[in-house]
C-alpha cells in the first residue's frame, strides 16, 4: 500500500479519470450512431430490394400467364440502367405446384446464380451480407391466384461504402473530442495542482528548518482555502505545543529520576511474579502430560481388550474342534482296538474330522488376521502382496469362517457377485473389511432386531474398479455418530466388549491397503449402507492355470 500511494499523483489522477470517462461516454455516443446509421442504411437498401422485386414482379404478370419467357428477358435488360441490380429470376409455377425457371437478367460482368427454387421461405424478407442483397417476392395474377416468384439479387457495394465512411467520420471526431478533452484536463489538473505544489514546497521547508512560524496563503479556490486554513490552524497549535514541550522538559528531567526508581522496583516485582507464574506452568505442563499418558493407557486397554475378545472366539472355537476330534478319536481307537469298527463310522470320522481340521486352520488363521488387522491401526499400509482369486469364493470362505458365530444368531446374508469374476487384489484386506462389517451390523444393527438381512452386492464399476455395495436393515447410525463412524475409538459399545477401532481399521484398509474410497449413508431405523470402491485388475478364468483358480 505504501508502494502505491507514492506513485499515484492528483495530476495523473485527474487526466486519467476525466480522460477515461471522456473515452467511455464518446465510445458509447459514436457506438450508438453508428449502429443507428448502419441500421438506416440497412433498412433503406432492404426497402429498395423490396420495391425493385415488387415492380419488376408486376410487370412481369402478363409475361408469365402468356408464356412470353423469350420477350420477358428483352424487357429485363431495361434493369442493366439500375446499377444496384445484379441479377433477376423469374420462376413459373406449374400445375404440380413446382417451379419452373422462367426468365433472367444478369448484370453484365457479373456471373449467373443457380435457382432458388429451395429458399422461397427463407428470402422471403431481404436478407443483407457484407456484398449483396437477396429477396424471393411472389408474383399474383387477378383473384390472388400465385403465377410464379420473382428472385432480387443486388449488390450491397453503396452499402459498405456508406458504413467505411460513416466509420471514418466517426474516428475523426472521436480523435477530435480526445484532443480537446486532454487539452481542457490539463488546464485542469494545472489549476488544481499548482496550489498544491505551493503547500507541499511549504511543508517541505518547514519539516527542513523546523521553523513553524511560516503560514500558507490563500490561493482562491474555496477546497484548498479550506485546508490551507486546516494547516495553517495545525502550525499554529504545532509551534504552541512546541513551546510548551520545551517548557516540559525540564520537568520530566526532574520527574525521570524518580520515575527510574521505580521502575526498578517495579521491575523487581514482576521477575517475582515471572518465577512465580513459570513455576506454575511448569506444574500444569507435568499435570498435562499426566493426562495424556492416561489416555493412552486407557486408550491401550480398550485395544488389548478388543484384540483378547475378538481373538478368544476363533481360538475357543479351534480349542472346541479339536477337543471334539480327540473325543471322537477315543472312540474310534476303542472300535479298532475291540474290533467293532465299521466302514460307514470310519468315513464318517474321516469327514468330521476333515470339518474339524477345516474349523481348526481357519479359526487358527482368523486369529492371526485379526492380530494382524488390530496391528494395521498403527501402521499406514498392509504388506499383502496382490493375488489372484475368485471373488465368490472368497465371500464363501469368509462366510465359513465366520460360520461359529452366525449359527448362534438368525440373520440373512445375500451375496450377488458373478461366479466368473476373477480379480488381482489383496484378498486379506478384502476378507478384514468384510467380517468387520459383519460383524458391525450384528453387534450393532440388529442389536434388537431378531432377524435382519445383509445384502452384499459386488459388481465391477469398469476393467479398473470394483465397487461393494454393503447395506442392512438394522438400527443405523446415529446422525452425531455417523460423522466420526471412521475415527479411532468410536464406539457405542465402550465397556462392554467394543474398542471403537473396527471401523476405523476398515476406513485404513480400504484408503491405504487398497487405494480406495468408502462412504456410508444411514438414517436412524433405516438401516445402513457402505459403498466401497478401489483399483483391481480384471482377469478372464480362461486364462488361468487350474492350480490358479482359487
Same mark, same amino acid.
Given at each position: 500500500?505504501?508502494?502505491?500511494?507514492?506513485?499515484?499523483?492528483?495530476?495523473?489522477?485527474?487526466?486519467?479519470?476525466?480522460?477515461?470517462?471522456?473515452?467511455?461516454?464518446?465510445?458509447?455516443?459514436?457506438?450508438?450512431?453508428?449502429?443507428?446509421?448502419?441500421?438506416?442504411?440497412?433498412?433503406?437498401?432492404?426497402?429498395?430490394?423490396?420495391?425493385?422485386?415488387?415492380?419488376?414482379?408486376?410487370?412481369?404478370?402478363?409475361?408469365?400467364?402468356?408464356?412470353?419467357?423469350?420477350?420477358?428477358?428483352?424487357?429485363?435488360?431495361?434493369?442493366?440502367?439500375?446499377?444496384?441490380?445484379?441479377?433477376?429470376?423469374?420462376?413459373?409455377?406449374?400445375?404440380?405446384?413446382?417451379?419452373?425457371?422462367?426468365?433472367?437478367?444478369?448484370?453484365?460482368?457479373?456471373?449467373?446464380?443457380?435457382?432458388?427454387?429451395?429458399?422461397?421461405?427463407?428470402?422471403?424478407?431481404?436478407?443483407?451480407?457484407?456484398?449483396?442483397?437477396?429477396?424471393?417476392?411472389?408474383?399474383?395474377?387477378?383473384?390472388?391466384?400465385?403465377?410464379?416468384?420473382?428472385?432480387?439479387?443486388?449488390?450491397?457495394?453503396?452499402?459498405?461504402?456508406?458504413?467505411?465512411?460513416?466509420?471514418?467520420?466517426?474516428?475523426?471526431?472521436?480523435?477530435?473530442?480526445?484532443?480537446?478533452?486532454?487539452?481542457?484536463?490539463?488546464?485542469?489538473?494545472?489549476?488544481?495542482?499548482?496550489?498544491?505544489?505551493?503547500?507541499?514546497?511549504?511543508?517541505?521547508?518547514?519539516?527542513?528548518?523546523?521553523?513553524?512560524?511560516?503560514?500558507?496563503?490563500?490561493?482562491?479556490?474555496?477546497?484548498?482555502?479550506?485546508?490551507?486554513?486546516?494547516?495553517?490552524?495545525?502550525?499554529?497549535?504545532?509551534?504552541?505545543?512546541?513551546?510548551?514541550?520545551?517548557?516540559?522538559?525540564?520537568?520530566?528531567?526532574?520527574?525521570?529520576?524518580?520515575?527510574?526508581?521505580?521502575?526498578?522496583?517495579?521491575?523487581?516485582?514482576?521477575?517475582?511474579?515471572?518465577?512465580?507464574?513459570?513455576?506454575?506452568?511448569?506444574?500444569?505442563?507435568?499435570?498435562?502430560?499426566?493426562?495424556?499418558?492416561?489416555?493412552?493407557?486407557?486408550?491401550? $486397554?480398550?485395544?488389548?481388550?478388543?484384540?483378547?475378545?475378538?481373538?478368544?472366539?476363533?481360538?475357543?472355537?479351534?480349542?472346541?474342534?479339536?477337543?471334539?476330534?480327540?473325543?471322537?478319536?477315543?472312540?474310534?481307537?476303542?472300535?479298532?482296538?475291540?474290533?467293532?469298527?465299521?466302514?460307514?463310522?470310519?468315513?464318517?470320522?474321516?469327514?468330521?474330522?476333515?470339518?474339524?481340521?477345516?474349523?481348526?486352520?481357519?479359526?487358527?488363521?482368523?486369529?492371526?488376521?485379526?492380530?494382524?488387522?488390530?496391528?494395521?491401526?498403527?501402521?499406514?499400509?498392509?504388506?499383502?502382496?496382490?493375488?489372484?482369486?475368485?471373488?465368490?469364493?472368497?465371500?464363501?470362505?469368509?462366510?465359513?469362517?465366520?460360520?461359529?458365530?452366525?449359527?448362534?444368531?438368525?440373520?440373512?446374508?445375500?451375496?450377488?457377485?458373478?461366479?466368473?469374476?476373477?480379480?488381482?487384489?489383496?484378498?486379506?484386506?478384502?476378507?478384514?473389511?468384510?467380517?468387520?462389517?459383519?460383524?458391525?451390523?450384528?453387534?450393532?444393527?440388529?442389536?434388537?432386531?431378531?432377524?435382519?438381512?445383509?445384502?452384499?452386492?459386488?459388481?465391477?464399476?469398469?476393467?479398473?474398479?470394483?465397487?461393494?455395495?454393503?447395506?442392512?436393515?438394522?438400527?443405523?447410525?446415529?446422525?452425531?455418530?455417523?460423522?466420526?463412524?471412521?475415527?479411532?475409538?468410536?464406539?457405542?459399545?465402550? $465397556?462392554?466388549? $467394543?474398542?471403537?477401532?473396527?471401523?476405523?481399521?476398515?476406513?485404513?484398509?480400504?484408503?491405504?491397503?487398497?487405494?480406495?474410497?468408502?462412504?456410508?449413508?444411514?438414517?436412524?431405523?433405516?438401516?445402513?449402507?457402505?459403498?466401497?470402491?478401489?483399483?483391481?485388475?480384471?482377469?478372464?478364468?480362461?486364462?488361468?492355470?487350474?492350480?490358479?483358480?482359487?
Amino acid at each position: 500500500m505504501p508502494n502505491t500511494a507514492k506513485f499515484l499523483s492528483i495530476k495523473s489522477l485527474i487526466i486519467w479519470v476525466v480522460m477515461a470517462i471522456t473515452s467511455l461516454s464518446l465510445i458509447v455516443a459514436s457506438s450508438v450512431n453508428l449502429f443507428s446509421q448502419i441500421s438506416s442504411y440497412q433498412a433503406e437498401l432492404k426497402a429498395d430490394v423490396t420495391t425493385l422485386a415488387e415492380l419488376i414482379g408486376n410487370s412481369a404478370i402478363n409475361a408469365l400467364q402468356l408464356d412470353e419467357g423469350a420477350e420477358l428477358e428483352k424487357n429485363l435488360l431495361v434493369l442493366s440502367a439500375a446499377k444496384i441490380i445484379e441479377n433477376v429470376h423469374l420462376y413459373k409455377v406449374i400445375d404440380n405446384n413446382t417451379l419452373d425457371f422462367f426468365a433472367s437478367y444478369n448484370k453484365a460482368g457479373i456471373a449467373p446464380v443457380k435457382a432458388k427454387f429451395e429458399q422461397t421461405n427463407d428470402l422471403s424478407n431481404p436478407v443483407v451480407t457484407s456484398e449483396v442483397a437477396e429477396i424471393i417476392r411472389p408474383i399474383f395474377a387477378e383473384k390472388n391466384e400465385l403465377i410464379g416468384y420473382i428472385y432480387l439479387r443486388a449488390s450491397a457495394e453503396a452499402l459498405e461504402a456508406h458504413i467505411s465512411r460513416s466509420i471514418m467520420l466517426t474516428l475523426v471526431v472521436f480523435l477530435i473530442c480526445i484532443a480537446i478533452c486532454f487539452f481542457l484536463t490539463l488546464k485542469l489538473q494545472s489549476a488544481i495542482t499548482s496550489p498544491i505544489q505551493i503547500l507541499v514546497r511549504l511543508v517541505q521547508r518547514i519539516t527542513r528548518q523546523k521553523d513553524f512560524s511560516n503560514r500558507a496563503e490563500p490561493n482562491g479556490i474555496k477546497e484548498l482555502d479550506i485546508l490551507i486554513d486546516a494547516f495553517n490552524g495545525m502550525l499554529e497549535r504545532t509551534q504552541g505545543h512546541m513551546q510548551r514541550q520545551a517548557n516540559a522538559e525540564q520537568e520530566y528531567r526532574t520527574l525521570n529520576v524518580s520515575l527510574e526508581e521505580k521502575v526498578n522496583q517495579r521491575t523487581m516485582a514482576l521477575k517475582e511474579a515471572n518465577g512465580e507464574l513459570i513455576q506454575t506452568l511448569e506444574k500444569l505442563h507435568q499435570f498435562q502430560r499426566q493426562m495424556v499418558q492416561n489416555e493412552k493407557m486407557a486408550s491401550l $486397554g480398550d485395544m488389548v481388550a478388543g484384540v483378547a475378545h475378538e481373538v478368544n472366539t476363533p481360538i475357543g472355537l479351534g480349542v472346541t474342534a479339536s477337543t471334539m476330534m480327540l473325543d471322537r478319536l477315543a472312540d474310534m481307537r476303542k472300535g479298532f482296538e475291540e474290533k467293532t469298527l465299521k466302514a460307514s463310522a470310519l468315513a464318517k470320522f474321516i469327514a468330521e474330522s476333515e470339518e474339524n481340521l477345516n474349523i481348526i486352520y481357519r479359526n487358527l488363521n482368523r486369529a492371526a488376521e485379526l492380530i494382524s488387522s488390530f496391528k494395521q491401526v498403527a501402521v499406514d499400509q498392509s504388506s499383502e502382496n496382490n493375488r489372484t482369486f475368485s471373488f465368490a469364493k472368497l465371500m464363501e470362505e469368509i462366510l465359513m469362517s465366520m460360520r461359529p458365530k452366525l449359527k448362534r444368531v438368525d440373520h440373512e446374508i445375500v451375496i450377488h457377485c458373478a461366479d466368473d469374476l476373477y480379480i488381482e487384489s489383496k484378498a486379506g484386506p478384502i476378507n478384514q473389511i468384510m467380517i468387520n462389517l459383519i460383524m458391525n451390523s450384528i453387534i450393532h444393527g440388529f442389536e434388537f432386531i431378531e432377524k435382519g438381512t445383509i445384502d452384499i452386492d459386488i459388481v465391477m464399476l469398469d476393467d479398473k474398479k470394483i465397487c461393494i455395495t454393503f447395506k442392512d436393515n438394522g438400527e443405523g447410525i446415529p446422525e452425531q455418530l455417523r460423522k466420526r463412524i471412521f475415527d479411532p475409538f468410536v464406539t457405542t459399545k465402550r $465397556g462392554q466388549g $467394543g474398542s471403537g477401532l473396527g471401523m476405523h481399521l476398515v476406513y485404513n484398509l480400504v484408503t491405504q491397503g487398497l487405494n480406495g474410497s468408502i462412504s456410508v449413508q444411514s438414517e436412524t431405523g433405516k438401516g445402513v449402507e457402505f459403498k466401497i470402491i478401489f483399483p483391481v485388475k480384471r482377469i478372464n478364468p480362461a486364462n488361468l492355470p487350474r492350480s490358479a483358480i482359487f
